[in-house]
Every structure is written in C-alpha cells, then in structure tokens.
C-alpha cells in the first residue's frame, strides 16, 4: 500500500474550539458525547477486570468520566488511544493506553490544532523535516515519542495525556505508573494467577480467522499454546532462514507439535528484501531501523495468504517478566556500586591505575569497573553505535549544529526515574515499556501486519498481566542469572522442556550476513548510501568506513549500521525530501 492510498481513506473532523481543531485519521473513531464532553476512539477500550466479551469504547469512556472524573484512567483497559474535549474547562486531552500501542500527534500551526494517527495526513506546510528527529532515529533506530521527524509535531508517549489549554499552552502527565506491592501469596497461588491471566487475554482475542506468530521462544509459544487449547486447529507461523546462525524454525517446529498447531513456516530469501525494501521502508510513519521489520511483514504477508486476518503477537513478556540478558548483565554491574566506596576505591585504583590493568584478567576486570561506573540507564547504551564513534566522525559540523546530542539520554533518564520503585530491575522493565515496546516493537509489528493486510493483537501486554507483574518480587523475576524465573516456573508443565531451556532469538534478520553473500542487495545498498552522502548529513568518510568495516570485520553488527542509514534514506525519498 503506498502513502497515497493511506491518504485516501482519511477521515477528517473538524470541532471549532478556541481555534480549530482537525483530526484526521486513517480508521473511524467511536465518538460518544454530551453536555459536558466528545469523547472519540481509537482501539478497544475496556473496563478494567472484566473478563466478558461486553464491547466497551467512547460510551464506557464517556461514562467513566462522569462518575470517576479524577481516576477515570485506572478504570479502563485495553489498547486504544483517545481525544477528550472537556466543554466546561475548555481542555483538549490526548490520552494513551498503559503500553502506547495507538500512535497520536499533533501539532499546533498558524492557530490551528491538528490531531492525527499519521503523520502522512499532515498538510504539506506542517511536515518541515526535524534533523534533532534524525539524530534521535539513529541513536535508538527509530523516534522515541514525544519526538518525531517532523519540528512542532509530537506523539502522545506510552500511558500519558497531553493536555492543551483553550490559550494553547501544552502540558503532560504520566497517567500509567503502577505501583510495586509485591505480594506474598505462595509461588504456586502466583504461577496459578499468572496462567489464568495470560488464558484469558489469549481467549479475549480469539476469532475463527486469526492465527500466531511463532518463532519458539517462551512468550510466541504460550500464546500458541493457549490458542491451541481453545481452538481447532490452531494456525502458527514461523519465519525460517537457509543460515543456521538465523534460523531458529526448529524451536517453532517443536512447539507446534508440542501442541498440534497448522503450523506453517516460511523460509526468507535475500531476494524478498530486494524486492520489499523500499516500499517497508517508506510504510512507516517516521524513519524505521528496527531490521527485524522485514521479517515481520513477510510472516504477517505468509499468514495472510492461509487466510489469517487476526494474528496474536508474543511481544511483551521479556519487558514484563525480565526476560533479556541486559537485565542480568546490569544487575551484576550493580554489584560493584552497591559495594562499601572504600571496597570500590580499592579495585578502581588496583585494576584501573595500575599495570594489572593490562593483564588478560585484570583487563576484564578494569572494563568491568568503568563499565560499571557509568550509572543507569546511560550503562544501557555503552555499546550504541553513536557512543563507540565520536559525534564529530559520523555527522556534518552543519547537521551537529542543529541537534542536541544529550536528548536521547535525557529522555531515557527521565523515564527511568519515573518509575515508582527503588529496583533498578523494575526500572529498567518501565524504560523498556516505552522505548522497546511502545516506540520500536509495537510500531514494527503493527505496521507490518497494516501493510500486509492483517490486524494484530498483543495478550501478553493486556493491562491487568502487566500489573500483574509488578507484584513479583524482582528476585523472582531474575534470580541470578536466570532469566524469566518466576515465569518459566509458570509455564512449567505446559511449555515444551527444550522450549524453556532455549536462547532467546525472535524474528531476527540476517541482513548483514545477506549483504555479504548478495552482489545485487551490496549494490543496492552502496547506491543508497552514496545518496545519502549528499544530504550533508554524515559525514561521507564514515559512509565508507561503515561499509569497509562490514566487509572487513563484523558483518552483523556494521550491517546494522548500514541498515539504519540505507533505511533512513529510502524513507526520505519516499516523501520526496
């Protein structure tokens, strides 16, 4: 579908207000109103703990308003996102669900409010291209809200509301901030929960044409489960790849007899990308580099063609439950700040100003003393390409002059810190609900399965699992070394052994190694970048130096970088920038 075509089903309303107000949307919103306030809808909004298939959305809202004006929000549930005109005060909201799985902008231009789900609805004189929204996009492979490519256009961020003022000032809270109170319930009274919780947000998404992304890992296996259990036969898709490096089929194959799924998997050929590559990278409302992308919209088109028009996504449970390595790598770093000064003097002035050093022991032990030195969550982003290159070496003097470098970071501290616990786990899980899932994963996956044709759901992040969560205790959720503890005891019995013990893998994406391999994907890739080179963005010899380093050294990791740039010109050139 090309941007034009998203144009074309745009509906538009206009509300006069102080100024006016347009929005503009590619889906029809519900709209519910009365005397005090209009209420629209994107999504399914929900009340909180209800279990039943009652359908719930502006009316429900509208009503929640009425009688719990001050805490309306913890009533409600669900994926949706939300404008509320309050008549009396004279007050537009935009409001975000708990995970921001609804996108939302707007901007205010020549006194005219403009709210949208798009930004491709945007009037041509409100798109003037952000270059702060590119350092962003390279700096995290895509664009954090509130930030966006475009200057004086915003996003509403996961589990917010922006509010704007009848005299146009523009404010915001953080609405969602569940609270931590771990519970003391016995471990099988908590595992026994857990799986009631992830059964019902499975079931609550069920239809006779849906199906299962499936790549064998714990959360796309639970939710296959669950399906299977409940519906026959239960259709799973996986992606493969002809590279054992990539290719974790196997693990989707053992779930899908494991529990009797249609499974079907399709293998990828670097030709598929050759032939996508423009038209995924120009889908996406703002710059895109989440490379896994590719692999999500071929799975989302091979589904499509067997007839699915709803599939489940296992997205969610590693930021709920502590399933990614950082989580244990940062904790153990933890250990050396939490250690007496005098202790951290000691080592510091051993291993970092001594000879010892040098040596082959006494080198990891100095990286890990520096490494842990920097505090979270900046530790987080130690191996980011745009801290292993000095700024000065990849962009343009004229581009740096236009951008505040410490955004990103500052965005990151600030989320972190609105987290309301003293855990650095729990905090970095609530930093992950906004930059993992909410701006990267969410956007990779409902977009891909937009544009193949097929809407998606996500029942690990229904909001009542994710509070769920926040009542295990960290030491459950990661104990030692050991990834997802509470939630592998859980599944214990219902999830194939080999399936808990594996890796964690996902949709990956191969594009370095494919590069390599393709003269026709290099060639495509090198003309792009020699376009790029133009727009006086990066610097031209670290445009080469990332392709000799691909070539000469790491494939995987350079590839990545030349992925982000390729993918941020193909975009430009997609809106005619």
């Keep these: 579908m090309t941007t034009t075509q998203r144009k074309h089903r745009c509906n538009e309303l206009l509300f006069e207000w102080s100024m006016p107000v347009v929005i503009k949307s590619l889906c029809s919103l519900d709209m519910a109103q009365n005397s005090d306030f209009v ?12 279990q039943s298939d009652v359908a719930y959305n502006a009316e429900f809202l509208l009503g929640q308003l009425m009688d719990s004006p001050q805490d309306y929000y913890q009533k409600l549930a669900g994926f949706f996102s939300a404008i509320i005109f309050d008549k009396q005060q004279g007050i537009v909201s935009l409001i975000s669900d708990h995970i ?25 004189e409100q798109k003037t291209l952000n270059p702060q929204g590119i350092f962003n996009y390279c700096f995290y492979h895509c664009i954090a809200a509130p930030t966006t490519i475009y200057k004086e256009v915003f996003k509403v961020e996961a589990g917010q509301c922006v509010e704007l003022s009848k005299l146009g000032r523009i404010s915001s809270q953080v609405l969602y901030q569940p609270t931590y109170d771990y519970s003391s319930e016995p471990r099988e009274v908590l595992h026994k929960q857990c799986r009631s919780l992830i059964a019902q947000a499975v079931k609550r998404h069920i239809s006779t044409d849906c199906g299962a992304f499936l790549s064998g890992g714990l959360d796309s296996s639970t939710v296959a489960g669950v399906l299977a259990k409940n519906t026959n036969p239960a259709r799973t898709f996986s992606i493969g790849f002809e590279s054992k490096q990539f290719d974790e089929s196997f693990y989707a194959r053992l779930t899908s007899r494991h529990f009797n799924t249609e499974h079907h998997c399709h293998v990828m050929q670097p030709n598929e990308l050759i032939d996508n590559f ?62 007496p000064i005098a202790i951290q003097k000691l080592l510091n002035g051993l291993f970092c100003a001594t000879p010892l050093g040098k040596l082959p022991l006494g080198s990891k032990a100095a990286s890990y003393i520096n490494q842990a030195k920097t505090p979270l969550p900046d530790r ?19 581009f740096l002059s236009q951008i505040d470098p410490q955004q990103p970071v500052e965005q990151k501290r600030k989320r972190f810190s609105q987290a309301q616990s003293d855990s650095d786990l729990e905090r970095m899980l609530f930093l992950d609900w906004k930059f993992t899932l909410a701006d990267n994963d969410l956007v990779k ?23 769920f969560s926040c009542q295990i205790d960290p030491s459950e959720k990661l104990k030692g070394n050991d990834l997802r503890y509470f939630f592998k005891q859980a599944v214990t019995g219902f999830l194939a052994d080999k399936t808990l013990t594996k890796e964690k893998h996902g949709f990956g994406l191969p594009f370095g190694l494919w590069m390599s391999e393709s003269e026709e994907l290099m060639t495509m ?50 809106r005619g920038l």
Excluded at 453 to 466: A, D, N, Q, R, S
Aim: hydrophobic share 45%; glycine share 6%.
């Design 445 to 467: 996956v409902s977009q891909m399965c937009a544009m193949a044709g097929v809407e998606v759901c996500y029942p690990l992040l229904e909001k009542e699992l994710v509070d």
């Design 100 to 124: 921001g799985s609804k996108s939302l902008y707007y901007t205010l231009h020549q006194d005219r409010l403009t709210i949208t789900d798009s930004l491709d609805l945007l009037d041509a």
């Design 278 to 339: 423009r038209s995924v990278a120009g889908y996406f409302d703002q710059p895109f580099g989440n490379s896994s992308a590719m692999a999500a919209y071929s799975c989302a088109t091979f589904a499509k063609e067997h007839g699915v028009a709803i599939l489940m996504a296992g997205d969610g449970g590693d930021e709920i439950f502590a399933g990614n390595e950082r989580y244990a790598k940062q904790t153990a770093f933890e250990h050396f700040n939490n250690a």
């Design 380 to 398: 987080l982003d130690n191996y980011n390409f745009l801290n292993r290159f000095a700024l000065e070496q990849i962009f343009s003097a004229k």
């Design 525 to 574: 890739a090198t003309e792009t970048l020699a376009a790029m080179a133009k727009r006086d963005i990066f610097n031209l010899d670290f445009i080469e130096l990332a392709l000799e380093k691909h070539q000469s050294e790491h494939s995987n990791y350079y590839g990545e970088l030349v992925w982000i740039v390729v993918v941020l010109e193909l975009w430009l050139e997609s």
């Design 39 to 50: 209420v629209l809808v994107d999504g399914q909004v929900r009340q909180y703990g209800n």
